[in-house]
């Protein structure tokens, strides 16, 4: 059984062009979550996405940041235009429409040169 | 407004003895989840404990076991019989709509 599957492990930018982070969720789980972990930081809320739907975007960057579930394939988020600030790790999680536990993938590392 | 503290930045403790990782939070809601997870250094995030809010009985896992305490809002983590396998960036979490992490208790084992 496979868990959250994240794409690609690192990833290195530099200023100004776009980053694209995948997430394929578990077997079953139709709702994806997006946090980002600075340094030294606990995660922080970015989206809920449920297939072809966002539910809560309230923790997104309001430019350059989107994100999307379509109705086939993975998540993807991505950062248009990134900047050295968005250097961090990026973790998706999914969980099931009848849990409240979510189980995450093991991120991406996003350095921006 | 939905807030978690850890207010220890960093703990040791000694191989085979016990340590309790403290959490407090606050939230509006009445109905909300608690939860423990574990990042070691290759910053997977695992899940280690689940409390239920309405639940008034002490999850347990294993050598994992909280003691919430709904009225203080308090969570705290307690490891047994510590395993230098268990050093690692320790978050205590609460979902009411969303799930909000705390900045995280780095433990350190000592062999």
């Known amino acids: 059984n496979a868990g959250v599957m994240q794409n690609p492990r690192h990833l290195v930018r530099r200023r100004g062009q776009e980053a694209r982070l995948r997430c394929s969720p578990m077997?079953?789980?139709?709702?994806v979550y997006w946090y980002r972990q600075l340094p030294e930081e606990g995660l922080k809320f970015m989206v809920y996405l449920q297939k072809e739907n966002i539910i809560d975007e309230s923790g997104m960057p309001k430019e350059r940041f989107s994100a999307e579930f379509p109705k086939e394939g993975p998540s993807i988020l991505r950062i248009q235009q990134v900047v050295r600030g968005d250097s961090a790790a990026y973790f998706c999680?999914?969980?099931?429409?009848?849990?409240?536990?979510?189980?995450f993938g093991p991120g991406t590392r996003l350095t921006v040169l | 407004a939905q807030t978690v503290t850890q207010s220890q930045p960093e703990m040791s403790v000694q191989e085979a003895e016990t340590v309790t990782l403290s959490c407090t939070y606050d939230t509006s809601e009445s109905d909300y989840y608690l939860f423990w997870y574990k990042q070691p250094p290759s910053r997977q995030m695992i899940l280690v404990i689940r409390q239920e809010a309405y639940k008034q009985q002490n999850a347990t896992e294993n050598r994992f076991s909280v003691n919430f305490q709904k009225a203080a809002k308090s969570f705290s983590l307690k490891i047994s019989d510590s395993q230098l396998g268990d050093a690692a960036m320790y978050f205590c979490a609460n979902r009411d709509d969303k799930i909000i992490f705390g900045k995280g208790t780095r433990l350190h084992i000592l062999p």
């Open positions: 999680a999914s969980s099931t429409a009848d849990t409240d536990t979510q189980y």
């Open positions: 077997k079953g789980h139709s709702h």
